[in-house]
Each structure stands twice: as structure tokens, then as C-alpha cells.
């Protein structure tokens, strides 16, 4: 089934970086190893495989130096000339797991647009394709008095909203078996939930919305993505 673009993330680390237009790659390639001989028939050529590359990705969007967990760590990355984690998900299934190390880190300002930002990270060693789907969440629960999930949970469906909350802070529980689960408040990593089991207190401030964002894999699988919507009225 064709795919729209929108929603697809990239993270370093455990993190997903923020305002982001584009992601671009990867792009493999392979060496080859000239193997003619004198018997080679033909009068061709022969060729066997040689060293494969994972390439590079390369990311733009908006400059945002909030972002400390996403475009910051990029730029410090790149400062370290660290190797890191990074994982691109795509919102209809599938997932590219890999190694990289960031070569560039670029800002710009025009006049009648927002201040750009981009950067390349080249792939180091192989990276994992993922293409068969986790199973994902087989229940959701968000606790908070005066809150309501909507709609209610169904496998299906992975984007709610939990609104009239009236209490200080809210739970979120996830259940699956045999999945990682993660859980990120506005973008940023939170922590890993147990299954089953609610997550640590999640602070609200009235007619401040917070996006609750829950990834869900298992080992091999590409991830499922759910969003909550958390809006404190009162």
C-alpha cells in the first residue's frame, strides 16, 4: 500500500529530532571485485560482490535550538565525532536501524523564511530494514480525573485525545507482550513503559497541551507509533 510521508521520524538515540522537512536516504551501494580470468568466455567481464555501504541520510527542516535531545545532539555529535544509534520510522510500518556519524551540521537565514537547518550522517556498518510490522498495542489507558480517551481504544486506530482533564498530572498505560515500549512527551524521550503498568506521573498545566507519543516494536519488527493528545481544562 502507498504511503504519505507525513509522519515519519528520525531519532537519535532514543530521541526524535524536531522540526524536520525532509529525510533523505539511505542509499546502499556495493563494490564489485573484478574476477576475469583467461578462461572467462564471451569476451565479458566477470564480477563478484565487494564491500556493501549504508551511504548517507541526510535531514533538513526548521532550526530549533530547544531541540537539546534532537538537532543540539546532532551538533554535539558531530563536535564528538561520535558513532550513534539512530532509527528513521516510517508512520505505515516499516524502519531503517543503523550506525552514524554525523559529517554535517548546517544553519541559514533568509530573508522571508525561517532559520534552516541540515545535516548528514553517514551510515556506519549495516543497517537493519524492518518491514514486517510489530503486533502493537492490544490495550491504552490514560488515567487522570475529569479526562476521556477518544475514541475509545481499538487496534486499528493509533492517534486520541484525552481532554477535561481537571487533575495535576496523568498516567498513561500500555499493553503488549514481548514489545519495547517507549514513551516521549512533545517529542522527547520519557522513558520505557512496562507493560501493563502506568507510566511515571506526567505533569499538566491548564490549556497547555502535551503530545504523548508511544512507540511500540518488537525485536526485528518495525515499530507502531500511537499519539495522545493530553489537554488539562481546569
Known amino acids: 500500500m502507498i504511503q504519505r510521508a507525513l509522519g515519519t521520524t528520525i531519532q537519535i538515540g ?13 542509499e546502499l551501494s556495493a563494490e564489485t571485485i573484478d574476477i576475469t580470468t583467461l578462461s572467462s568466455s564471451g569476451g565479458y567481464r566477470e564480477f563478484t ?8 541520510v ?7 535550538a530547544q531541540d ?5 545532539a546532532l551538533y554535539d555529535a558531530f563536535q564528538l565525532g561520535s558513532t550513534n544509534p539512530y532509527t528513521i520510522i516510517f508512520p505505515g510500518g516499516g524502519s531503517w536501524t543503523f550506525s552514524g556519524v554525523v559529517t554535517g551540521f548546517t544553519t541559514g537565514a533568509e530573508l522571508e523564511d525561517t532559520i534552516s537547518f541540515e545535516a548528514t550522517i553517514k551510515v556506519s556498518g549495516a543497517p537493519s530494514f524492518g518491514l514486517t510490522q ?3 498495542l492490544t490495550a491504552l489507558a490514560v488515567t487522570g480525573t475529569g479526562g476521556t480517551l477518544a475514541p475509545a481504544f481499538a487496534a486499528g486506530n493509533r492517534v486520541y485525545s484525552f481532554s477535561g482533564v481537571t487533575a495535576v498530572s496523568a498516567t498513561v498505560t500500555a499493553t503488549a507482550a514481548a514489545h519495547t515500549l517507549k514513551l516521549y512527551i512533545d517529542g522527547v524521550y520519557s522513558q520505557d513503559l512496562v507493560t501493563g503498568s502506568p507510566s511515571a506521573a506526567i505533569p499538566l498545566t491548564i490549556n497547555v497541551g502535551k503530545r504523548l507519543t508511544i512507540i511500540a516494536y518488537e525485536a526485528s519488527k518495525a515499530p507502531k507509533i500511537y499519539d495522545v493528545s493530553l489537554i488539562k481544562t481546569a
Open 14 to 26: 532514543a530521541n526524535i529530532i524536531a522540526g524536520l522537512t525532509s529525510i533523505a536516504g539511505l
Open 49 to 56: 560482490g565487494g564491500f556493501k555501504d549504508g551511504g548517507e
Open 58 to 64: 541526510g535531514i533538513s527542516g526548521h532550526f530549533d
Open 68 to 72: 537539546t535531545n534532537g538537532q543540539i
Open 134 to 136: 510489530s503486533g502493537g
